[in-house]
Structures are given as structure tokens and as C-alpha cells.
């Protein structure tokens, strides 16, 4: 009999399976095994009851069958089962789901967060319970997040007949942080101003000061400069508003001579940063590296499952004693001068669950150079972000000469600031320092000789939008979702089409403003980031065991989210209702013979039986100028014209599929069947096939696609389909 350890991902078999040696079988569950049943009321897979949650879950698709078929045979030959699921609250859930799948009595929890012997060893040597506290805050996050999808979708969002598809607990405060800054760079009025500078023979340039500031070398060290800025600032006056004022200015800096009224300077420390989490992680990979977040955390999977970095789903900067130390004698070792008197110590981010350790290297001696020859040339990017941010994390800091000069012409004051590094300390491997800027030496009451004096005319600039790295950095401060849904999140709004990428930067679509301006009316508290991030502390008090989870579910439903749907019920109705109104005041004052915009058609609705609306529309998305609406107010379903088969359909997501176009062939990824679908292209008619599940072609499986050759159907990714195989 052997020992069986439960993973999630195959990716990390290979590498425990050497650390535990014989005597040991690793496997591995694909992740998710089990998920709740799409059935019940609006397919929710669970019942709330007066202060109780009745969950039904069942296999996650056929792979999760097939996964589980394979599981129970390698309990059976087990002595003993240890489950190894990654270390968050996701991972204990998940582990939860094995026990319960696997009818496992006793298993063993055991937790490491890097895939090292010694911390493997350890995991196991020390075993615990499954945490039920952890998997109570998944299930309710599990069951919560359906709640609001599955309700919110159907009951709001499909009856707003604009396409789009599904809202989100996480998903629609986002989507708002979006629009809300998207609606401000549209009310933006730009205005213009001038900024006015002179330059001085003596080598420096100075900027007009409509009042002077505090001075540069005595303020408090501001905070570790962005990432996402680099450090990097820009250098104007203050701001000028009319062409004559900066006129004026320019003629008296010409005018009247100018000297050195005061000199300022200070030395001044900038303490290391801390090291990385994983939304500090995703904007740094965003910055320097272009990775989406997405990419940024596959990424980060890849060398944590080699064994190279600790767990990548954090928001803890704690680091182990024993790597800290480490670190130190590295640096006694290779950058003396380095070395703190004492350990740094890095403050926690607000709310954090510090459930682990920050993201680091699990051995400081593997330099980044070591590394490109053993993985791809991602991965060595990553890592090398990894490994420098986190030895800068315990590096002294850096020290800064800071100089402020003022100089005088008339009464007028122009200022000029210099930084020079002193002493690099921790920006010898994270540099987030401004360039220097050297000041010359000069004198209290020196005169100085004027080489310029201008004024260079700007404009006010709309608030940017923001970048992946910038999104998930306001998720964070805000309080919208954790660490695991940071990426998924920005990864479902582009997949539903709500933003797009536009040079780098997140803009709403259309869609995704009309869904939000909707939801805003309707559902407004869904919105609030401090509505999402108090459920999330929730969450957080489920998951330390000071609040019951079914409780909790059932009273925000009972109190909040069931009254909120039948209000945004009830405001749809009444909007509809008064569109209607207000359809048939306008066509009665028409001139006769001028079509209706609204009118009874014989067309029977396909859900319901209720004879459909047709309803005029100028979008362009549609091949008429119009649409069927269902009559019944409760059922919201719409068809659109297809001009080439001449009949009305409905949206292709709720098709019954055709039967004639499946194959027998499994789909490569996800084991549906293939199913043959016929296009136009260059004006001829094409067959090609794929996936027969729209979810997964929009997902897994967008890769899944077979196009038709001589011999068959053959695919860039997958190879080959003989003709053959396609016989039904």
C-alpha cells in the first residue's frame, strides 16, 4: 500500500513525486472536482431556507466524472490520504470537495507554500484537519457569487434586451470603476494655462512659484514612488492662466536682475518596498514586463509549480525568518554595504488575511542569470522581478540629497529642485528612483545671469484611463474582490465584451457603459465598492470562524437582495410601461400610413406562447431596423431577423442545438463533441468544426478549431482529423 497525495495541479506531480520518493502516488484533480448543480430556483443549485443553505453539487463536467473515476481507484490502493490543495481558502475548499467526493473519513490537510523538500517534509510530518471555517467562507463565496450572477442576470440584466449577458458581484463594481472614471474623461473640458520657466547661465532652470510650497528638504519622505510611474515626474510652474500673465512674467524675468534668495537642502532616506503580493506583483509584470494579469499569474503558477517561487496568491508581505536570513548572508556575501542593522519589517496592506508569505524566491542563491538557462524566457523575466524586488526588500535604504533653490527677480520667486543619490542602498536591484538632478553650488544672495526666460503653452488633460496593472492596484485600495479574482475578473469583462484594450488602457465598450448605467439605476449598492468590500469582510469573519456562513447567506438575501430585485423588477416595469406610453402618444400624432415603432405581430413567443412585439432599433448591430419582443412582461425574450435564412432567431446563445451538425469526435480540451459549422469567406461556403459548447468556445476551448482540407479537417494546435473519424 502507498500514500496518496491530492494536488490540484499535474503541473507540480513531477516535483513532489521526486521530494517524496517511493512509497508515494501524487495526483492531481484538474483543479475545481465538484461544483453546484444547475438546478432549482433559476438553476442555483442550492435552497435557502430560514436560516440554512441546502447545496447539491455534482461533477464538474465530464472531466470532473473522469477525474473522480480515477481518484476513488487510488484511495482504494491507499493506506493513507494526505491532501496537498494549494494554501488559501479556495484550495481548502476544494480539498473539502475531494473529502466529500471521495467519502475520505480522516484525511490529512498538510500545507506548504513553496515546493521545496524542506517545506514539503515539514507539511506532511505536521498534518492537520481541514479547516471548516476556511471552507465555510468558500462555500459562501461559491454560493453568494452564483446568487448574484445567476439572479442578477436573468431577473435585470437579460430583461434589459441590450446583449448583454451577466453581471457579477465582483464583476459589476469593477465594470463601474471603469465607466465612472470613463464618464469623467467625457464631462472633461480641457482649459489652457502656461507654464513659465527661466534658465540661468550658472546651468540650471527654475520655475515660477505663485507661491512657495514647503520646503522639498523638509518634508517627510513621501511614500515609495509608483511602479506604474517609475518615479518619474514632470517639471512646470505653477499653473498660468492667461497668455498676458505669462506675458507679464516673462518680461519682468527679463526686465530686472535675479539672484539666490534661499538654499535648502537635506539628506534624506527612502525605505525599501516590500516585497511582492499579488496585485503588486500583477503591476510591476504590468509595467516593466507588458503581461496582463492573466498572464502574469500563469506565469507565476509555472515556476511556482517547478519549485522556484512560493505560492503566488497572497496579500501577506511577511517573509520567513530563515529566508530573511538567508538574504542577509547573501548580501554579506556579494553586497556588504547593504546589509540593515536590523531585519526590515514591511507594513501589512489594509484587510489583508496574511493567511502566508509575500511572493519570493525559494532559494536566494538561484540568481536570475542561473535561472535563463532552465526556463522559458517568461518565466526568467518574472522570477528575475521576483528575486530583485525581494532582496531589495530587505536592503538598506536608499539615502538622498534633496536641494531646493529659490531665486528672485522683481517679486517674483522661481523655484528649482535637485535630487542626487547619495547611496543607491535597495534601488541597486529595484530602482524606483527619479533621474538625478544635479543643482550647482551657489550662494545666499548671489547674483545669477539670465540665459532664458519662456513660457510654454499646455492644456489640462482628461484623468487617464487605466491600465490592467493601475485596475487591479484600485481593486486592492477599494476593496473589490482578493487576490485569486484579481485576474479573472479583468479577464471576464473583456471576454463579455464590456471593455476593451485600447493602447494599453481599459476602456467600456458601449455595452459595458449602457449595462452599467442600467445596473446603476436599478441595483445601485452592487456597485459601491464599499458595499462589495464589506461583503468581503464578511467573508473574512466566516473564514476565522466568528460569523455561520448560512446565517449570513440567507439574512443578505432575505434583507437586502431578494427586496432589491423585486424594486429593480418593478422599475423595469414601470420603464417599460412608460416606453410603451410614450411609443403610442408618438405614433398617434404621425400622419397616416407611417409605420408604428411598436406593433403586435403573429409571431408566437418560443418560450412562452405570447405573441411577440416588433420593436424599431437604429443599431447598427442588427441586419434590420428592428427586433421581436416577447408581449409577456416576465419573460424578456427578444428575436432577431437572419436575412439569410429569412425567419427571426433567437440569440445564438439560446439556440436548441442542431443534432445534423455534431460529430462523434470529442472536442481535445474538454471531451463535448465536435460540431461542424458553416461560414463564408472570400464568397465562398466553408466548413470547419468545433466545440459544441459555447461557453468553452469562448473560454478553454477558443483554440478548438479544425478547418476543412483535402483529406479532413486539420487544426494549427491539435493535428489532423481523418475523414474517417468523422462517419457518424
Not at 381 to 405: D, F, G, V
Not at 667 to 683: F, H, I, N, Q, S
Amino acid at each position: 500500500m502507498v500514500k496518496l497525495l491530492l494536488i490540484e495541479s499535474p503541473g507540480k506531480s513531477k516535483k513532489l513525486s521526486q521530494i517524496l520518493g517511493s512509497g508515494w502516488q501524487v495526483k492531481a484533480s484538474m483543479g475545481h472536482v465538484r461544483e453546484l448543480a444547475n438546478d432549482g430556483d433559476d438553476a442555483l443549485g442550492f435552497d435557502l431556507l430560514d436560516s440554512r443553505v441546502e447545496c447539491r453539487y455534482e461533477p464538474r463536467e465530464a472531466r470532473g466524472q473522469k477525474v473522480l473515476a480515477e481518484l476513488r481507484q487510488a484511495v482504494k490502493q491507499a493506506e493513507a490520504v494526505y491532501i496537498a490543495t494549494d494554501p488559501d481558502r479556495e484550495g481548502e475548499t476544494i480539498g473539502w470537495h475531494l473529502q466529500q467526493a471521495l467519502k475520505l473519513k480522516n484525511p490529512h490537510r498538510v500545507v506548504y507554500s513553496e515546493i521545496t523538500p524542506q517545506a514539503v517534509k515539514a507539511a506532511i510530518a505536521h498534518p492537520r484537519a481541514l479547516d471548516q471555517s476556511l471552507v465555510a467562507a468558500g462555500r459562501a463565496r461559491d454560493c453568494l457569487d452564483k446568487l448574484v450572477g445567476y439572479k442578477g442576470s436573468k431577473h435585470v440584466v437579460w430583461r434589459l434586451n441590450i446583449g448583454a449577458k451577466s453581471m457579477g458581484r465582483v464583476q459589476s463594481a469593477t465594470l463601474h470603476l471603469l465607466c465612472t472614471r470613463e464618464k469623467d474623461i467625457q464631462a472633461f473640458k480641457p482649459q489652457d494655462y502656461w507654464s513659465v520657466w527661466v534658465e540661468y547661465q550658472e546651468g540650471f532652470k527654475a520655475f515660477y512659484r505663485a507661491k512657495l510650497k514647503a520646503k522639498a528638504a523638509s518634508r517627510p519622505d513621501a511614500e515609495v514612488a509608483d511602479d506604474a510611474t517609475d518615479g518619474k515626474e514632470s517639471q512646470e510652474s505653477d499653473k498660468v492662466s492667461s497668455q498676458a500673465d505669462a506675458d507679464r512674467l516673462v518680461a519682468i524675468a527679463r526686465s530686472t536682475p535675479h539672484q539666490v534668495v534661499t538654499i535648502d537642502g537635506k539628506i534624506t532616506q527612502q525605505a525599501a518596498p516590500p516585497p511582492f503580493i499579488t496585485s503588486s506583483l500583477q503591476q510591476a509584470a504590468g509595467t516593466k514586463l507588458r503581461f496582463s494579469p492573466d498572464k502574469t499569474m500563469k506565469v507565476a503558477q509555472s515556476l511556482y509549480e517547478a519549485g522556484h517561487i512560493t505560492y503566488m496568491r497572497t496579500d501577506s508581505v511577511t517573509l520567513a525568518a530563515p529566508f530573511c536570513a538567508a538574504v542577509r548572508q547573501y548580501l554579506e556575501q556579494h553586497d556588504p554595504t547593504n546589509v540593515p542593522k536590523q531585519t526590515a519589517r514591511h507594513r501589512a496592506v489594509k484587510g489583508a488575511q496574511d493567511a502566508h508569505e509575500a511572493i519570493r524566491p525559494t532559494d536566494i542563491d538561484r540568481v536570475p542569470a542561473q535561472l535563463q538557462a532552465q526556463v522559458s524566457g517568461d518565466d526568467a523575466k518574472l522570477y528575475e522581478l521576483i528575486w530583485n524586488r525581494a532582496i531589495a526588500s530587505q536592503c538598506c535604504p536608499a539615502r538622498l540629497r534633496k536641494t531646493q533653490i529659490v531665486t528672485r527677480s522683481g517679486t517674483i520667486d522661481w523655484e528649482a529642485r535637485g535630487q542626487v543619490v547619495e547611496f543607491p542602498g535597495y534601488t541597486r536591484y529595484w530602482n524606483n528612483l527619479s533621474a538625478d538632478t544635479q543643482l550647482p553650488a551657489l550662494q545666499q544672495g548671489q547674483p545669477l545671469i539670465l540665459k532664458q526666460a519662456a513660457a510654454d503653452k499646455k492644456q489640462t488633460q482628461p484623468p487617464p484611463r487605466y491600465t490592467e496593472p493601475k485596475l487591479v492596484q484600485l481593486m486592492e485600495r477599494k476593496g473589490i474582490g482578493r487576490p485569486s479574482t484579481y485576474a479573472p475578473t479583468i479577464k471576464t469583462l473583456k471576454e463579455r465584451e464590456y471593455v476593451q484594450v485600447e493602447k494599453s488602457k481599459l476602456q467600456p465598450t458601449a455595452l459595458g457603459m449602457a449595462l452599467d448605467n442600467a445596473l446603476e439605476t436599478l441595483l445601485p449598492d452592487l456597485l459601491q465598492p464599499e458595499f462589495t468590500a464589506q461583503m468581503e469582510l464578511a467573508l473574512d469573519t466566516i473564514a476565522q470562524g466568528k460569523q455561520d456562513w448560512q446565517r449570513y447567506l440567507t439574512d443578505w438575501h432575505r434583507t437586502y437582495f431578494a427586496p432589491a430585485l423585486e424594486k429593480a423588477s418593478q422599475l423595469l416595469l414601470t420603464q417599460g410601461t412608460r416606453s410603451a406610453q410614450t411609443s403610442t402618444r408618438t405614433n398617434s400624432h404621425k400622419a397616416t400610413g407611417t409605420a408604428s415603432q411598436v406593433a403586435v405581430t403573429k409571431t408566437p413567443c418560443p418560450k412562452c406562447g405570447v405573441a411577440m412585439s416588433k420593436v424599431s432599433s437604429k443599431s447598427k448591430k442588427l441586419k434590420a431596423d428592428h427586433f421581436l419582443k416577447c408581449g409577456a412582461a416576465s419573460c424578456g425574450t427578444v428575436m432577431f431577423w437572419n436575412a439569410k435564412g429569412k425567419q427571426y432567431e433567437l440569440p445564438y446563445a439560446q439556440r436548441i442545438p442542431d443534432p445534423a451538425a455534431f460529430t462523434d469526435v470529442p472536442c481535445p480540451v474538454c471531451g463535448a463533441l465536435l460540431e461542424r459549422y458553416t461560414y463564408t469567406k472570400d464568397g465562398k461556403a466553408k466548413t470547419m468544426l468545433r466545440c459544441s459548447l459555447m461557453e468553452n468556445r469562448r473560454g478553454k476551448c477558443k483554440e478548438v478549431a479544425f478547418f476543412e482540407g483535402h483529406d479532413g479537417f486539420w487544426s494549427p494546435k491539435f493535428g489532423t482529423l481523418t475523414l474517417e473519424s468523422l462517419v457518424k
